[in-house]
Structure formats: C-alpha cells, structure tokens
C-alpha cells in the first residue's frame, strides 16, 4: 500500500516538477482499518494549475497502477486530489479542485475526459480528513501546506454533495449508503469517520426498516458479503432517503 501511494506521489512529482508543494496519503491507510475495497487516498497540493497534457500525463500512467485493470495485476484503486494552494489558502469555500483521479472514473478518463466538477464540495471533506491526519509523501508537514476547514463550510459541504452523491446511488450503493452514514456522522459530531466506524454509529441510530442496508453495505466494504443489491433497490432508497432527511435536520438545527 505504502509502495503504492509512493508511485502515485512519484508520478506527480515527476509530471510537475518544483511546481509540487506536497503530496500527503491520507484516509484509511493513515486512520487505520484499511479494508479490502479501500481507497489509497493520495492529496497533491501545486504552486499552480495543471496543463491538459500534464492532467493526461498523470491519468496516463495512474490508469496503469490503480485498481483491478493494474497493468502488473489487481492492485488497490488510488484516489488522487490535485487542489492549487493559492486557491485554499487563504482558505474560502466552496474549493476549486484542479483535477482528480479515481477508478470510478477510469471509463471517462480513458477516454480523455475530465469528469470531475470545481468547484468541488466535496474536497471540503477530503481536505478536512487530510488535515486530521495525514503522512507526507513530498513536501511540509500538511499544516503547512493548507488551511483548516471551518466546522460550518464543512457542514455545507456535506449537504451541497448530496446530489452528485444520490446520482451514483444505482450500481454503487455500498460505497453511496455508507457515504451517507459517514455525513451524517460529520454534521452531528463535526468528526470524519473511516465507513465501517460510521456505519456502526448509524445502525445504533435507525430504525429496524433502514439497518439491514447499511448493515449489508458495511459487510460489502469489509469484503464480509457481495457487492449485489438485485433484491433490495427500494430498501436502498428508503434507507438514503431517510438518513437524507437526518443529515438536513442536524445541518439545520446547527445553522
């Protein structure tokens, strides 16, 4: 894993040069409970925007090492940030996000697309568990490299990602139920979780009808049970629908 999050580092570093600030793995492998369909989160932090031909440059040669169409073999999906920390820092929300890797997106990728949105809410969340805890691959300490997250923008961006979010529900609902039960997490205890940990803290809070969900998403994510949903489509929406519901009341009741 560690070998891995190295080459990806190596790979931006190669690409740009002195114009890389920092790159800093973070998420699971730092947290602990790495798990069988873990990410290798990778943040990059630039002096500058990315070119076209240094973004395809990157995708190019991490289509090549990440995730189960590895050139050299399955290997583990390695997500990558790229953020330009004139445009974090001094921090303002929403981020931009200059660009992003990730095997969700290997389809529109190969084909020389740039799929990801900036600005991003989401990397409010990325940069905010990167600052809890991270390890730098390249560069400073990560606290010198970005601001903190205000607890407020953090909480807006949970609800501002929420449609992206629901729009991947169908053909990745384990990774989408357990997103949601790791947001609700955050705007009620302002923590960011590992899914499993907040999965557990969701079940001890829904009702009967919604556990068996995320209760099946937790077992898929720990590679306890397969990933098919043939036979619970409207258990799932029910379930993100509801927790849905909570994360908007808690975000609402904190202002």
């Known amino acids: 894993m560690v070998e891995q999050a190295d080459r990806a580092s190596a790979i931006v570093q190669e690409v740009l040069g002195e114009d890389l600030i ?11 409970g790495l798990h ?3 990410d290798i989160d990778v943040l990059a932090v630039t002096r500058r925007p990315t070119t076209r031909d240094e973004r ?6 991490l289509l090549a090492i990440s995730g189960r169409h590895a050139v050299d073999g399955p290997a583990r999906s390695i997500d990558l940030s790229v953020v330009v920390q004139d445009q974090v820092r001094p921090w303002r929300y ?11 997106l290997r389809s529109e990728l190969e084909r020389g697309e740039e799929p990801w949105s900036s600005p991003n809410p989401d990397l409010a969340i990325v940069l905010t568990a990167a600052r809890a805890s991270a390890r730098p691959l390249v560069g400073p300490d990560i606290s010198e490299a970005i601001d903190a997250v205000p607890v407020a923008d953090l909480r807006q961006a949970v609800v501002d990602a929420i449609p992206a979010l629901e729009g991947d529900l169908e053909g990745d609902e384990a990774n989408v139920v ?16 590992p899914k499993d940990v907040a999965a557990d803290w ?3 809070r829904l009702a009967a009808e919604h ?7 937790r077992s898929v994510y720990l590679g306890e049970a397969p990933d098919d949903w043939a036979d619970l489509h409207a258990e799932v929406r029910a379930c993100v629908a509801h927790i849905r519901a909570e994360v908007e009341r808690a975000t609402s009741t904190r202002g």
């Open 22 to 32: 920092g790159a800093y793995l973070h998420g699971s492998a730092i947290r602990g």
């Open 36 to 38: 069988p369909w873990s």
């Open 56 to 61: 395809r440059s990157i995708i190019s040669r």
């Open 94 to 104: 929403p981020p931009p996000l200059d660009m992003q890797y990730g095997d969700w």
């Open 178 to 193: 357990l997103t949601f039960a790791r947001m609700w997490l955050t705007v009620t205890t302002g923590a960011i979780a």
């Open 202 to 204: 969701a079940i001890a």
């Open 211 to 217: 556990r068996g969900v995320v209760e099946r998403a």
